[in-house]
């Protein structure tokens, strides 16, 4: 079995974890009112998708 023959010290650990960073999803426009939302989603503020509604929202 493989052993490490030194010790790697916690500095240069968490500095190879560091990276390990979640990304910021992409985010899209609605093209019915505007407002930012995941692509290929039902846009929360107007309830639409591909064009049509898809959840009755009161405006």
Known sequence: MAVPKHK????????????????????????KCGEYKMPHRVCQACGSYNGKE???KAE
Do not use: H, Q, T
Request: proline share 7%; charged share 35%.
């Open 8 to 31: 790697i010290s916690k500095a240069r650990r968490d500095k190879r974890r560091a990276n390990w960073k979640l990304a910021i999803p992409g985010m899209v426009k609605c093209p």
């Open 54 to 56: 898809v959840i009755a």
